[in-house]
């Protein structure tokens, strides 16, 4: 029971999580988590490191969904799902999204060569280390370098990938 103190008074456990309908027969992917965040964000985009585990490249775990948020909208707020926002503008922002059919659901994810382009980008969030390895992979995997360098100027990033693709030649 509850004292009325004037306010109101938080409560001693978490609010319970919002439920989302899933059709009973519905098959659970491992891009749940996914699914989940790009219904309570419509205008978000799935972008670094989730991107990348979407995409097979790098080995990374990410314990949080990537979400890219334009600069100037607005935030959603997600409470019970691990969310990690990133603002983005212009075209940052709308360049290089793919959507994707997962579960029933359009989940708008980033593409490769964009997706390495954000990690060079926002190398000091994901680490240079993370950058690197998702340069290689991408390099090994598919190999289009003209595509990531038009994402690169597209991310302004350009300048900064110059070496490393010069040095993975």
């Known amino acids: 029971m509850y004292m009325y103190l004037g306010f109101m008074a938080r409560r001693p456990y978490p609010r319970p999580r919002r439920a989302l309908p899933v059709a009973a027969d519905a098959d659970v992917t491992e891009h749940h988590t996914l699914v989940e965040v790009a219904r309570l964000a419509p205008r978000g985009v799935i972008c670094l490191l989730s991107a990348l585990r979407f995409h097979g490249l790098g080995t990374q ?14 935030r959603p707020t997600i409470r019970d799902l691990p969310v990690r926002f990133v603002y983005m503008s212009g075209p940052a922002f ?5 959507t994707h059919v997962l579960e029933g659901v359009s989940v708008g994810i ?18 240079l280390d993370v950058a690197l390895e998702a340069l290689r992979d991408y390099r090994a995997a ?13 991310c302004r990033v350009d300048r900064v990938m110059r070496p490393y693709l010069e040095a993975i030649l």
Do not use: H, Q, S, Y
């Open 142 to 154: 598919r190999g289009d370098l003209e595509e990531l360098r038009r994402f690169a100027k597209v």
């Open 61 to 74: 775990l990410p314990p949080d969904v990537w979400l890219a948020i334009p600069l100037k909208g607005w």
């Open 94 to 98: 709308e360049a290089g999204v793919e």
């Open 110 to 127: 980033t593409n490769a060569a964009k997706t390495v382009a954000d990690c060079f980008k926002f190398r000091n969030k994901v680490g």
